[in-house]
Nanobody
């Protein structure tokens, strides 16, 4: 089992940057695929980015491709989301998620693929 704690959210102006962090407990973090999702008021939770436990090929939603970067440091049990060129439509609560998998390339993009979730961190982009 793993527990996830997000941090790094806040208020930023359009065009600004933020880096979110997700710290994971547990000794097998290096065998968890990790993802970032977000949920705006009145909307469903949506996929943002995913990274396999190998740290290899990452995967992004079209809406954030080229602006956001997901990365991980298995030695620190932490996954990051660097967000650049932020837009008001990026405003949401951002959640990290984890799923234990034997596959070094699995990087799922659906809510139902993940077993563990953090409590979320608010990101607000002002226009």
């Amino acid at each position: 089992q793993v527990q996830l704690v997000e941090s790094g959210g806040g208020l930023v102006q359009t065009g600004g940057s933020l880096r979110l962090s997700c710290a994971a407990s547990g000794r097998t973090f290096s065998r968890y695929a990790m993802g970032w999702f977000r949920q705006a008021p009145g909307k469903e939770r949506e996929f943002v980015a995913a990274i396999p436990w190998s740290g290899g090929s990452t995967y992004y939603a079209d809406s954030v491709k080229g602006r956001f970067t997901i990365s991980r440091d298995n030695a620190k049990n932490t996954v990051y989301l660097q967000m650049n060129s932020l837009k008001p439509e990026d405003t949401a609560v951002y959640y990290c998620a984890a799923v234990l998998t034997p596959s070094p390339i699995f990087r799922p993009a659906h809510v139902y693929d993940y077993d563990y979730w953090g409590q979320g961190t608010q990101v607000t982009v002002s226009s």
